[in-house]
């Protein structure tokens, strides 16, 4: 398939170009009460059932991110929050950045719900995507990306988060 340029799918915009940095944030279907607009300050807040407070869901999404890495896409660095996820990606030529998030989502879905034993949705509907211009704009994603836990009192440096790209460099014999 073919890189779809900008689209929309729902109400967000999305620009979809093969080879090109990306961070994409999707979240679960309850963390953004329906009155208030979508924000980092409300994620933050982890708000709604926040299920990968788990460390067994957190693992699921982790892992399912780091499935296709270096063959459907170069996941360059990523966060499991609570009630939100973040990953900073370049796709490859035959794969569009919409198809690998619905694949994240449907696989997390059915574990997450056998996990806590339940049914029904787990991700709102839509996703959010940003294309870095530069190789600033990359660097700073990155750090966002990487800090966020920090910034959102979860543990005082990235690197102790075990659910992000920094805490799963910083010890990677402790996760086999």
Known sequence: MGAKGWHRRGYLPHFDGHGISQH???RLFDSV????????????RHMGVAFMRDPACARI?????????????????????PNHVHALIATNAKIELGLIVHAWKRFTTRRINESVGRTGAVWAKDYFDRYMRDDAHFETTRSYIE???V????CDGPEEWPFSSAGWRETPKERE
Do not use: K
């Open 24 to 26: 994409v944030v999707f």
């Open 33 to 44: 009460p329906p009155d208030e607009r979508d924000g980092d300050d409300v994620l933050d």
């Open 61 to 81: 999404v982790a892992e399912a991110l780091l499935h296709g890495d270096g063959q459907r896409y170069v996941l360059q660095a990523w966060c499991v929050m």
């Open 147 to 149: 800090r966020n836990p």
């Open 151 to 154: 910034v959102a009192n979860l």
